[in-house]
């Protein structure tokens, strides 16, 4: 799985948001979640079921550890496990259409 190139971006994004993470630990800085933090939310569970099936990590947290821990953060937020997807079944979901990507080549 290829990198995607906006991730050093929320990186940059991440520590000016944030003062260097001194000012909180997401988007929306000291003020807590705000609607960045929501927007790139809802792709975490997407995010972390790419990890498990391509064992590659997205947010590496030696060479983007705001991103890292904000991802952690933002999965042990009550509300965030409320309302997304379970990983498990994002990872079900994942390799089921790989398999039928795969299928459709042997054609």
């Not at 790419?50 to 064992?55: A, D, H, N, R």
Request: hydrophobic share 45%; net charge neutral; glycine share 18%.
């Amino acid at each position: 799985m290829g990198k995607v190139a906006a991730v050093p971006g929320l990186e940059r994004g991440l520590r000016e948001c944030t003062d260097g993470g001194r000012k909180g630990c997401f988007f929306g800085g000291a003020g807590g979640v705000g609607y960045v933090d929501v927007v790139l939310g809802g792709v975490a569970p997407y995010v972390h079921a790419m990890e498990k099936v391509s064992g590659e990590r997205l947010f590496d947290g030696e060479k983007m550890p705001l991103l890292a821990a904000w991802l952690e953060r933002f999965g042990e937020l009550e509300v965030a496990r409320a309302v997304l997807p379970d990983v498990d079944r994002v990872v079900g979901y994942v390799r089921m259409i790989h398999a039928k990507n795969a299928a459709k080549g042997g054609e």
